[in-house]
């Protein structure tokens, strides 16, 4: 069963704050991907990356930036935390595109004060 | 791009009822079609996908959902629901070309005993 481990399980943070979700998979999948999950609006795409270095525009980026540093290892950064990023976010892996299965992390619970 | 609509935000069936739960999709080629569920505070785990064949495709815990082009629909279903089963259940949609997953609002099951 492939793993994907997110840090922290939960944050809370100011408005204006700087913050940093990690995501971390160790199944050797190429595939990545960031989600947030809002009542109402069920998970909604932020970035995602096929490879390190490799990085692809969601439905929702504005106010994200992502990086992938490593086939294992990719971030969510919010430089300037607001309100209306307080949310679940999700990060999932695959190993091939499209048809293949998602693998998910348990989530991290983000509050922005 | 691709679409889903879940219609339904909860459905409450009482134990050892049948289900279904709908979902739409919108594309225009056939896509790949998923239906995930999540436990609390848990991540999504896949019950089954689709692609190509035998429209009734056969999933975990007695799920099977069956795909119709003509109404461009990917309806659950199981036959007697559990109290366990209870939980949000997506559905989600992806297209051949190195597309990521994009999934629907989400259902929330609710099992009476």
């Known amino acids: 069963e492939a793993a994907v481990t997110q840090s922290p399980r939960n944050k809370v943070t100011v408005t204006g704050g700087n913050v940093t979700l990690s995501c971390r998979q160790t199944n050797s999948h190429n595939y990545m991907y960031w989600y947030r999950q809002d009542t109402g609006h069920g998970l909604r795409l932020i970035h995602y990356?096929?490879?390190?270095?490799?990085?692809q525009i969601g439905d929702v980026p504005d106010g994200y930036k992502a990086t992938r540093t490593t086939q294992e290892d990719f971030f969510l950064l919010l430089e300037l935390a607001s309100p209306s990023q307080t949310s679940l976010y999700f990060c999932?892996?695959?190993?091939?595109?499209?048809?293949?299965?998602?693998?998910f992390g348990h989530g991290t619970k983000l509050s922005v004060l | 791009a691709q679409s889903v609509t879940q219609p339904d935000a909860r459905v409450t069936v009482s134990e050892g009822a049948s289900l279904q739960l709908r979902c739409k999709y919108s594309s225009s080629v056939t896509p790949y079609l998923f239906w995930y569920v999540q436990y609390p505070r848990q991540g999504l785990q896949l019950l089954l996908k689709?692609?190509?064949?035998?429209?009734v495709v056969q999933g975990v815990n007695g799920f099977e959902a069956e795909f119709s082009k003509s109404n461009s629909s990917f309806h659950l279903r199981k036959a007697s629901v559990h109290w366990s089963d209870s939980a949000v259940y997506f559905c989600a949609v992806s297209l051949y070309n190195n597309n990521a997953p994009r999934f629907g609002a989400g259902t929330k099951l609710t099992v009476k005993p």
């Open positions: 689709y692609y190509s064949g035998d429209p």
């Open positions: 990356s096929y490879g390190a270095g490799n990085l």
């Open positions: 999932a892996s695959s190993s091939g595109p499209s048809n293949e299965r998602l693998f």
